[in-house]
């Protein structure tokens, strides 16, 4: 079944601020699509209620496919080494090829290195380690370019256009221009 997401009529209420109302996207296999706006505007809360993980004030989401979400909560135990962490998940992920996966994400050198002293840029490459060893086929990504460098930017860029490419479908949230062809969505748009 190709993969597809479709929200319709979505609003967002967090404590007593609406912050946004209306709010309607239909994504089919292929697709990516960059929500902009300023912090504060309600694209973290989107992204969580697209994946299910926050309630929505009104409307509804609807999905085919798996998903995963990668935000700023990272998975992995941060006592533990990177290596060990990962090998974790790739055992509950069924990933087949982990070996690989460290390293397009040059994350070789960090194996025995615990979590909690891995820099921001390195977390974030572990995380990216973690979504590539499973298959899903919707992407939520939130701010993923967030403490990378310029190199492991270009890298995210092109696994996202290899992953839409092969029919799945990527919903990237950012303040920042993403450096990728994609539909936008500005959640400003959505204000009450």
Known sequence: MPAALAARNLACRRGDRLLFTGLELDLA?????????ANGTGKSSLMRILAGL???SEGDVSRSGSMALLDER???DPEWPLGK???FWERLDGCSDPSNIVAIMELEPLL?????YLST???KRAAFARLLCTSHDIWLL???????DIDACAKVRSLTRLHCGGGGVCVIASHQDIGMDAHTLAIEDFAP
């Open 29 to 37: 296999d292929g697709a990516l699509l960059h929500v902009t706006g």
């Open 54 to 56: 926050l309630s929505s």
């Open 74 to 76: 990272l998975a992995l």
């Open 85 to 87: 962490a990962l090998r």
């Open 112 to 116: 025995d290195v615990p979590v909690r």
């Open 121 to 123: 840029g390195q977390r």
């Open 142 to 148: 939130d701010e993923p370019f967030n403490g990378l």
